[in-house]
């Protein structure tokens, strides 16, 4: 570790002078060969003469007595040396620290660089070790600020992500993820090299023996004084794996292979969803971690909007199968499942719930119910991404377990307000605390008594509805919701159709706790919100023909039909059916000429999630198209009415934003297939949505449009980029 520290300094031109002590005079030696020092010795009080930093890179439990020596001669260094170290615990040594000087001085700081091999010695020094990999800060209250950031800088000069936490975290969190693989793979080949056939055991062995056991020829003695110093954190951990090695070995004795899919299908997901989120490869969420990845859409003018397609399934839709699947009797079969990263967030939170879940494979997805009441505690905050959604009817569900729970989402998702949903629960009885503001993460205290109420909603809400509806389930009485303007019906559908009796009248639907639900077939629809895109892009487009299949034609869910309609568009609807309750139907539209229109207010919540596209439509459309009663624009995944806005006047599209809504003055009449407004550089703020309708948008600009900001694009509609291709647009994507 410290040959690859200096080796790192010296690749990257590193001015000073670097001096070591090790007790090796050949590996001193070697290390001025090989240009990593300038000088060493075994004896360490000459080496400490002028020294501006100190690093420590000595087996755990050797820790002490180097500092001893630390401490004696610590005169000779320069008056404001900094100290530091690479130790794998920090607890033992802070102990150390403390007993040697008596206190921790505030020039120490602790550390250690989540990096690696398993061999050692100069021989061995690497400088690329650290680069894109974290190294741990634990500083005290009163570490002097000068002295972390110049540890700090020396890290990152090494090419290294710098975090910090405290030494009591850092201690409980490694021993789970590196001392404890550590043990099991010092045990696993210590166990197997004891056996008779270990010769063809080794012989034999695939990939993933080998890269698992390779941590096994790490240096004995280090591992040694790691397991020793970290030894209560490392036994809590191995308390917890044994607790589930005995409930596998149960299950396969047993023959019950629900319980193995259940941990087996939790641990594959959990693996590839986590590395997913951390690695910020399709997240643009900071949930620990302080890194991110932002991604571009370039997309060319022009194009055409010709082909038939399936867009992904509809996400509200994917939300509510998952967890009303999870909450019946028997096993769940669901075809057309949103493969989004927002339904993948739900499918991961029910998993740490204790539910079996297979798939998603191909928009297939099994979920072996577990009841009402069969769900179990979470061992930590279930996070739901940038999902509105989730994180609202989680909040119903969860107000009913007999078990504490905690929701947070990205950076996005905890600026939106959550009081809407936490209200009306509280009134219900149950305890739940939110950040200031109303805003996540919503913290939910287990075990309380829910009563059913009467709650006249302030604002036309499906996802507030819906919450009332969830908790109602686990109320005493009747749980009643009316509605000041029709919202989407998805969850009275899918509960009718997994046996649940919800009764509606008029603008009030409610529901009797107490009953069960019970599983069936599911297929998902294809998300009309996804559909709007291409919709709006054949409906600007001259000589376009695009066909969209299967798509869910919920009468809750077709604002954005009736206001293209209602605008001139050119719809037909073909093979119309019913499918699990839902109305669904093929549609087909070609271009006809657009005119403005005053947008009916009962349009409004139809079509709440369309407007970022409809308002391309409206830029495209002769004459002007006024929208009045959309403040709830204001409170999604950005301010939509701002953020559209703001794009619009980057194109040069006259529009006068209001409160509560946008006058967008569209082309005039006569200008023929000429582009209806310029290029330029859009920031989506984040918002899928806003990404997505300026994309489309291009369709009729005079230049490239360029989109900041389009990770969250994965959140809704994974592929989006590749069905513009096949529409006939140019579109590519950036990462940096």
């Given at each position: 570790m410290g040959g690859s520290l200096a080796a790192a300094l010296k690749a990257r031109g590193f001015y000073g002078r670097i001096v070591a002590c090790d007790p090796s005079e050949s590996e001193i030696a070697l290390g001025i060969e090989k240009g990593l020092i300038e000088a060493g010795g075994c004896e360490l009080a000459p080496l400490l003469d002028g020294v501006s930093m100190i690093v420590l890179a000595v087996p755990v439990l050797a820790m002490e007595s180097v500092l001893e020596s630390v401490a004696a001669n610590i005169g000779r260094a320069a008056p404001d040396v900094v100290i530091t170290d690479v130790g794998s615990t920090k607890g033992t040594i802070r102990e150390s620290v403390v007993r040697v000087f008596d206190r921790m001085p505030a020039s120490v700081v602790?550390?250690?660089?989540?990096?690696?091999?398993?061999?050692?010695g100069v021989d061995a020094a690497n400088p690329e070790l650290y680069v894109d990999h974290k190294v741990i800060l634990t500083p005290e209250p009163d570490t002097r600020t000068r002295a972390l950031e110049r540890v700090r800088a020396l890290w990152q000069a090494c090419g290294a992500e710098v975090l910090e936490m405290s030494v009591e975290r850092h201690d409980q969190v490694l021993a789970r993820t590196s001392h404890l693989p550590h043990l099991l793979a010092f045990s696993l080949v210590d166990t197997l090299a004891r056996q008779d056939e270990r010769l063809d055991i080794f012989r034999y062995a695939a990939g993933g023996f080998r890269d698992f056991t390779r941590i096994a020829g790490s240096d004995p003695v280090m591992w040694r004084d790691i397991f020793i110093a970290n030894r209560d954190a490392v036994l809590s951990s191995l308390d917890d794996f044994e607790a589930g090695l005995k409930t596998l070995r149960a299950a396969i004795a047993s023959g019950d292979s629900d319980a193995l899919i259940a941990t087996f299908d939790r641990a594959s997901h959990a693996r590839r969803y986590f590395g997913t989120l951390l690695s910020k490869t399709s997240y643009q969420a900071e949930y620990h971690m302080h890194s991110q990845q932002r991604v571009t859409y370039r997309v060319q003018p022009g194009g055409q909007a010709q082909g038939r397609l399936r867009v992904p399934g509809d996400k509200s839709m994917s939300h509510r199968s998952i967890m009303l699947g999870a909450l019946a009797d028997g096993v769940t079969e669901v075809k057309g499942f949103l493969e989004g990263e927002d339904s993948l967030a739900t499918l991961q939170a029910f998993r740490e719930m204790g539910v079996a879940i297979e798939g998603p494979h191909q928009g297939r997805v099994t979920i072996h119910g577990v009841g009402l009441h069969g769900l179990k505690a979470p061992a930590g905050p279930l996070y739901v991404g940038n999902s509105g959604t989730a994180m609202r009817l989680f909040a119903g569900l969860l107000a009913g377990q007999a078990f504490d729970s905690e929701l947070t989402g990205d950076e996005s998702l905890t600026k939106r307000p959550m009081g809407r949903v936490a209200d009306p629960l509280r009134a219900m009885g149950a305890t739940i605390e939110t950040a200031e503001g109303g805003r996540p993460p919503l913290a939910i205290k287990g075990g309380a008594s829910l009563k059913g109420i009467r709650y006249d909603m302030p604002m036309a809400s499906a996802q507030v509805k819906s919450c009332l509806l969830l908790a109602g389930l686990y109320a005493e009485g009747e749980t009643r919701v009316r509605e000041p303007a029709p919202t989407r019906d998805h969850t009275e559908r899918m509960l009718n159709g997994f046996g649940y009796p919800v009764s509606r009248e008029g603008d009030t639907c409610w529901l009797e706790g107490g009953h069960t639900l019970t599983a069936g077939p599911i297929d998902v629809p294809s998300d009309i919100s996804s559909a709007t895109f291409f919709l709006v892009a054949a409906a600007i487009t001259p000589g376009s023909d695009i066909t969209l299949e299967h798509v869910g034609m919920n009468p809750t869910r077709i604002g954005v039909i009736n206001i293209l309609s209602l605008m001139g568009a050119n719809l037909a609807f073909e093979n119309e059916r019913e499918v699990g309750g839902e109305p669904v139907a093929d549609i087909r539209i070609r271009y006809a000429p657009l005119s403005g229109i005053d947008i009916p207010v009962e349009q409004v919540p139809l079509a709440i999630d369309?407007?970022?596209?409809?308002?391309?439509?409206?830029?495209?459309?002769?004459?002007?198209?006024?929208?009045?009663?959309?403040?709830?624009?204001?409170?999604?995944?950005?301010?939509?009415?701002?953020?559209?806005?703001?794009?619009?006047?980057?194109?040069?599209?006259?529009?006068?934003?209001?409160?509560?809504?946008?006058?967008?003055?569209?082309?005039?009449?006569?200008?023929?297939?000429?582009?209806?407004?310029?290029?330029?550089?859009?920031?989506?703020?984040?918002?899928?949505?806003?990404?997505?309708?300026?994309?489309?948008?291009?369709?009729?600009?005079?230049?490239?449009?360029?989109?900041?900001?389009?990770?969250?694009?994965?959140?809704?509609?994974p592929g989006f980029l590749g069905l513009l291709e096949r529409i006939g647009m140019t579109a590519e994507e950036a990462r940096a």
């Amino acid at each position: 570790m410290g040959g690859s520290l200096a080796a790192a300094l010296k690749a990257r031109g590193f001015y000073g002078r670097i001096v070591a002590c090790d007790p090796s005079e050949s590996e001193i030696a070697l290390g001025i060969e090989k240009g990593l020092i300038e000088a060493g010795g075994c004896e360490l009080a000459p080496l400490l003469d002028g020294v501006s930093m100190i690093v420590l890179a000595v087996p755990v439990l050797a820790m002490e007595s180097v500092l001893e020596s630390v401490a004696a001669n610590i005169g000779r260094a320069a008056p404001d040396v900094v100290i530091t170290d690479v130790g794998s615990t920090k607890g033992t040594i802070r102990e150390s620290v403390v007993r040697v000087f008596d206190r921790m001085p505030a020039s120490v700081v602790l550390g250690h660089p989540i990096a690696g091999s398993e061999k050692s010695g100069v021989d061995a020094a690497n400088p690329e070790l650290y680069v894109d990999h974290k190294v741990i800060l634990t500083p005290e209250p009163d570490t002097r600020t000068r002295a972390l950031e110049r540890v700090r800088a020396l890290w990152q000069a090494c090419g290294a992500e710098v975090l910090e936490m405290s030494v009591e975290r850092h201690d409980q969190v490694l021993a789970r993820t590196s001392h404890l693989p550590h043990l099991l793979a010092f045990s696993l080949v210590d166990t197997l090299a004891r056996q008779d056939e270990r010769l063809d055991i080794f012989r034999y062995a695939a990939g993933g023996f080998r890269d698992f056991t390779r941590i096994a020829g790490s240096d004995p003695v280090m591992w040694r004084d790691i397991f020793i110093a970290n030894r209560d954190a490392v036994l809590s951990s191995l308390d917890d794996f044994e607790a589930g090695l005995k409930t596998l070995r149960a299950a396969i004795a047993s023959g019950d292979s629900d319980a193995l899919i259940a941990t087996f299908d939790r641990a594959s997901h959990a693996r590839r969803y986590f590395g997913t989120l951390l690695s910020k490869t399709s997240y643009q969420a900071e949930y620990h971690m302080h890194s991110q990845q932002r991604v571009t859409y370039r997309v060319q003018p022009g194009g055409q909007a010709q082909g038939r397609l399936r867009v992904p399934g509809d996400k509200s839709m994917s939300h509510r199968s998952i967890m009303l699947g999870a909450l019946a009797d028997g096993v769940t079969e669901v075809k057309g499942f949103l493969e989004g990263e927002d339904s993948l967030a739900t499918l991961q939170a029910f998993r740490e719930m204790g539910v079996a879940i297979e798939g998603p494979h191909q928009g297939r997805v099994t979920i072996h119910g577990v009841g009402l009441h069969g769900l179990k505690a979470p061992a930590g905050p279930l996070y739901v991404g940038n999902s509105g959604t989730a994180m609202r009817l989680f909040a119903g569900l969860l107000a009913g377990q007999a078990f504490d729970s905690e929701l947070t989402g990205d950076e996005s998702l905890t600026k939106r307000p959550m009081g809407r949903v936490a209200d009306p629960l509280r009134a219900m009885g149950a305890t739940i605390e939110t950040a200031e503001g109303g805003r996540p993460p919503l913290a939910i205290k287990g075990g309380a008594s829910l009563k059913g109420i009467r709650y006249d909603m302030p604002m036309a809400s499906a996802q507030v509805k819906s919450c009332l509806l969830l908790a109602g389930l686990y109320a005493e009485g009747e749980t009643r919701v009316r509605e000041p303007a029709p919202t989407r019906d998805h969850t009275e559908r899918m509960l009718n159709g997994f046996g649940y009796p919800v009764s509606r009248e008029g603008d009030t639907c409610w529901l009797e706790g107490g009953h069960t639900l019970t599983a069936g077939p599911i297929d998902v629809p294809s998300d009309i919100s996804s559909a709007t895109f291409f919709l709006v892009a054949a409906a600007i487009t001259p000589g376009s023909d695009i066909t969209l299949e299967h798509v869910g034609m919920n009468p809750t869910r077709i604002g954005v039909i009736n206001i293209l309609s209602l605008m001139g568009a050119n719809l037909a609807f073909e093979n119309e059916r019913e499918v699990g309750g839902e109305p669904v139907a093929d549609i087909r539209i070609r271009y006809a000429p657009l005119s403005g229109i005053d947008i009916p207010v009962e349009q409004v919540p139809l079509a709440i999630d369309e407007f970022p596209a409809l308002f391309i439509a409206a830029a495209n459309a002769e004459g002007t198209t006024r929208l009045r009663g959309a403040e709830e624009l204001r409170v999604k995944e950005s301010d939509r009415l701002q953020a559209m806005a703001d794009g619009l006047a980057v194109l040069g599209v006259e529009h006068t934003l209001v409160e509560d809504g946008i006058d967008i003055v569209g082309r005039t009449a006569g200008a023929g297939e000429s582009p209806s407004y310029a290029g330029g550089t859009v920031d989506s703020l984040g918002d899928h949505r806003i990404a997505m309708a300026f994309a489309v948008a291009a369709l009729r600009a005079s230049s490239e449009i360029v989109i900041e900001d389009c990770a969250n694009v994965a959140t809704s509609f994974p592929g989006f980029l590749g069905l513009l291709e096949r529409i006939g647009m140019t579109a590519e994507e950036a990462r940096a």
